[in-house]
Each structure stands twice: as C-alpha cells, then as structure tokens.
C-alpha cells in the first residue's frame, strides 16, 4: 500500500506555545499506516529526544530561506528541491504563515508540490507566498472568517488536545504552599497587556475572600525590547502588596497548573484565534471565565463550562469568578462539562480531520 510523503515544516524546536502543542498533539496521533510523515526542524533543540524516543523522521534544516543574499538563497533553494525529490514529498505542511517568499516554498512551489499554511492567528495581511499555498487551515471559524486572502481554502480544523498529557499532571500546591482548602485562581499565557494580565490582577484586588489565591504563570519579556510586556516588578507594584497575586514565572509542565486551579481565567482584550487555554482547562475539568473575543465563544457555552464576559469588564469578571469561589459544585459540573466537551470535539476527531484534509492534497 502506497503512503504518501508528507512533509511538516515547523518554526519552533520544542513544544512550546500554543502552535507548537498543537502540532506535536496532531504529529503523535497521526495514522502512520495510512501516511509517511517526516517532520523539518528549523534548529536543533528539545523536541530531539522525543522524536528519536518515538522513531520520529525528522531533518534538522534551519529557518526558511527568506529574499536577501542571492547565492543563500540559490544553495537553499537547491538543497529544498534536492531533499524534497530524494525524500519523494507529496504535500507540505507549514505550522504557521505570512512568510514572506522563502527559497524552500518556492523549490516546493516549482516541484508542483501542494502546500499547506496552518493560520493559528488571524492573518489579516497576507505576505506574497500565501498565493504558492494551496489551502490555509484556520483554527476557529472567527481565524477563517478574518483572515486573507479571500479567495484561499480556509478549512476550520480546532485545535486538539492530548488528554494523557492533562490527565498526567499534578498539583503544585505543596511547593507553593498552598492548602487543599484554598481556592486557586489562574492565570497562564503570555505576560502581555493584549492577555489582559492587568485585568486579572485588578479582578483578584476587587476580590473579597481571603481563601483565594490568584497565580500567574508566564515569560515576563523586558518591557522596553517587547512593548506591551510586563515585567515582574511590574506585576508586583500592579497587585498592590495583595500578598494572594503570585507571579510563579514560565511553567513548561503547563499541566500542572492547570491541576492546581480550581477556576482558569482568560481575560484577553485581543481577538484571541481559538484559545489553547480554554481547552486544556477543560481536559482537566476546570471552568473558564474567558473575556467574549475572537474565537473563545466557539468553545466555552456561557454557563455551562464557563462564563463570558466583555473585555476590560473589572465588575463582571470579578462577579464571575466570585461566583465560582463560592460554590465548589458549580465549580464541579463546569468543569465536567469542559471535560465531556473537550473529550467529544477535541481530541481525536481534529486530528482526523487534519488528516483527511492532508491526504485529499495527495496527487494522483
């Protein structure tokens, strides 16, 4: 039985970020009797272990090509066409867009070889090669609908989630000194004003219980290289000496914290794509109180595994997430309702549909 090549172009070299997870949850499901995949690495970097532990094909190349040095270019362009007709691709994968004309695309553009973008944010300005590509999957209906060109395929595949990995995690509450009785608030993604962190501290201040603690777990990048950043004396001198706001750094085992919250809160004032977050709080039958942005309507039902609310809404996020502090079986059944949503819609049934949507680009 013929299995077609399929080739995966990723911008990252470990499983970090919303984009890298979802890639790596699709790769580790994928049918490997119905295609041969071979993943293409920009460096070397910690994805390396796993993917030799589990027999992984995958080429350390470098970022893409892009316009610049004519004879870089050249080699580059050589050594895609070269790899692409030794390893004998048939469709390609590029886990994200908007890059600009790299040499690899262009070499898989003039091998007649389908490309793939995959938009894990809106792409509101699409760069040249857009138009070499095929399709663009779009992770919610809000990505597609946003998002150019408008004449490009922009089939909705949401992102899954592995439940192994969330079912796997622990509680952290016992190095952070935390009690069983306390009630734990969350806060995850990036340190950022569009994240809405400001907002989160603000809620957990117009809080009034003080069993409630609230965690933020994130990069904090220097404010004057990333505008819009915070850094952590930022976030202290924001929670005003409120000695419940805690700032626990980046926490790769993302799992974990989930495991020690009761209640995740998404407070973003962006058009958020889909919301990883909401999704992996789900698996691990948290409820959500998620600001009413971009994608995240798509998957957190008002009521039912969370509340949404408007963005920069101090008084109702805070009225919210009280709610829940207060009632531990509210919390409970918005939590299983996460969980039985996320087992139905998002674990296997998007993998299969990335599937099925690669192997329809297979050439005859």
Same mark, same amino acid.
């Given at each position: 039985m013929?299995?077609? @090549? ?19 949850t699709n ?15 920009p460096c ?7 993917l030799d ?8 190349w ?8 004519a ?10 066409? =070269?790899?692409?007709?030794?390893e ?5 994968h590029?886990?994200g ?8 695309l262009?070499?898989?553009?003039l ?13 509101h300005?699409p ?5 070499w590509?095929?399709?663009?999957i779009a992770v919610?209906?809000?990505t597609?609908e946003?998002s150019?060109?408008? +004449?490009?395929? @922009?089939?909705?595949?949401y992102?899954?989630?592995n439940?192994?990995? &969330?079912d796997?995690g ?10 069983e009785?306390?009630v ?9 004003e569009?994240?809405g962190?400001?907002?989160?501290i603000?809620m957990?201040?117009a809080?009034?219980?003080?069993h ?6 994130g990069?904090? =990048?220097d404010?004057a ?5 915070y850094?952590?004396? *930022?976030?202290e001198?924001?929670?005003?000496? *409120? ?7 980046y ?6 914290i989930?495991?020690?919250? *009761?209640?995740v !809160?998404?407070p973003s004032?962006?058009?958020?794509p ?5 999704l992996?709080?789900?698996?691990c039958? @948290?409820?959500v ?15 039912v595994?969370?509340y949404? !609310?408007?963005?920069c809404d101090i ?5 919210? !997430?009280?709610?829940?502090?207060? *009632?531990p079986?509210? +919390? ?9 949503l !996320?087992?139905?819609?998002f674990?296997t049934?998007?993998? +299969?549909? &990335? ?10």
């Open positions: 013929h299995k077609p @090549k399929i080739c995966f172009f990723t911008t990252s070299c470990g499983d970090w970020g919303g984009a890298s997870r979802v890639l790596y790769l580790w499901q994928l049918d490997t009797n119905a295609l041969d995949p071979i993943l293409v690495l070397h970097g910690p994805i390396e272990p796993e532990a589990r027999g992984f094909r995958y080429e350390v470098s970022p893409f090509t892009e316009p610049g040095s004879l870089a270019y050249l080699r580059a362009f050589w050594k895609a066409w =070269r790899f692409f007709r030794r004998k691709v048939e469709v390609i590029v886990n867009a908007n890059f600009w004309r790299p040499a690899e262009l070499a898989a553009k091998s007649g070889i389908p490309i793939l973008a995959h938009y894990h944010v809106i792409n300005e760069a040249p090669a857009m138009k590509c095929r399709a663009a919610s209906r809000y597609a946003q150019g060109p408008p +004449r490009l395929a @922009k089939p909705v595949i992102n899954p989630v439940l192994a990995r &969330f796997n622990h509680s952290l509450r016992g190095e952070l000194g935390l009690a009785s306390d734990v608030i969350a806060f995850l993604g990036q340190i950022r569009i994240k962190v400001s907002d989160f603000a957990a201040r809080i009034d219980a003080p409630a603690h609230f965690l933020i777990a990069e904090c =990048r404010p290289q990333y505008p819009g950043s850094s952590p004396a *930022d976030l001198n924001l929670s005003g000496g *409120d000695t419940r706001i805690r700032y626990i750094g926490v790769r085992e993302v799992e974990n989930y495991h020690t919250a *009761d209640i !809160v998404v004032r962006w058009q958020e889909l919301g990883l977050i909401n992996e709080a789900g698996a039958h @948290k409820p109180v998620a600001t009413r942005v971009g994608g995240i309507p798509e998957v957190i039902e008002e009521g595994n969370g949404l !609310v408007e963005p008084d109702m996020l805070a009225t919210r !997430v009280a709610t829940l502090i207060a *009632d079986s509210l +919390r409970a059944r918005m939590g299983q309702a996460g969980r039985t !996320v087992e139905q819609q674990t049934q998007p993998v +299969r549909e &990335f599937e099925k949507l690669l192997l329809s680009y297979v050439r005859a």
